[in-house]
């Protein structure tokens, strides 16, 4: 008897709903992907996202491989590289810091230097697997490519341009190894916010269904677990 949607209907319905977004924010997560452990749960809470944008991005943030940002993304502490071309490939309406979370930014930080979107892939791929062999070529077509566009577009030195284009691979290289993608963390979001929004409207009929699963496989914790909120919720 649960109302079913498309993604596009959930994120229309879902937005600006206080109502949906203060479970994060008060710790009723029993259900809701990437938030049930006790350190997810008390990270949301203090993160307390409010869109999309902000619970895909902390799907990833909460990976291993962002383990040294981590603090400074769940703290909401203002981030930027004062990289300006990379600052501004990086930041978003939604999220106007400059995280590197997300495979899809490190191509869009290649294509941008002019390598053709295939030889992106293939370069971060290369860099994931820590074949740095493969990369090498790429890494020199990258620097001569963004060295041309800060020169032109930027208006900078030879010098100053190599020196940031030096600092931008290196963080290509320290950050790619440990991304995570972009478009699983969205799926991963949205999944979590749809039982959120379950919960917020027809929370009887939810609980009902996640007590009725975890019956069946017989894991009394989590029954434990979803009672006990259900009576605080």
């Known amino acids: 008897g649960l109302p079913v949607m498309t993604v596009d209907e959930l994120l229309k319905t879902t937005d600006g709903d ?24 008390q990270r949301v809470m203090r993160y307390k996202p409010k869109n999309i944008a902000e619970l895909s991005l902390f799907v990833a943030a909460i990976r291993p491989g962002f383990k040294s940002m981590l603090e400074t993304f769940i703290s909401r502490t203002p981030f930027a590289y004062n990289i300006k071309s990379l600052d501004e490939l990086l930041q978003t309406k939604e999220i106007p810091d400059s995280f590197l979370a997300y495979d899809e930014q490190v191509l869009s930080i290649l294509i941008s230097a002019g390598i053709p979107a295939s030889d992106a892939y293939i370069c971060l791929k290369g860099i994931k697997k820590k074949k740095y062999d493969k990369v090498e070529a790429y890494k020199d077509r990258f620097k001569e490519g963004f060295s041309q566009h800060l020169i032109k577009d930027e208006g900078a030195s030879k010098i100053e341009a190599d020196k940031t284009v030096d600092s931008i691979w290196k963080i290509i290289e320290s950050s790619a190894s440990y991304l995570f993608n972009a478009s699983h963390s969205l799926c991963v979001a949205c999944d979590s916010l749809y039982v959120a929004w379950l919960k917020a409207y027809y929370p009887y009929e939810l609980y009902t269904t996640m007590l009725k699963i975890w019956d069946e496989k017989k894991n009394t914790d989590k029954i434990s677990a979803i009672i006990s909120e259900m009576k605080r919720y």
């Open 18 to 41: 206080e109502k949906v977004w203060n479970l994060y924010a008060q710790g009723f997560v029993q259900g809701l992907n990437q938030c049930e452990q006790p350190k997810s749960a």
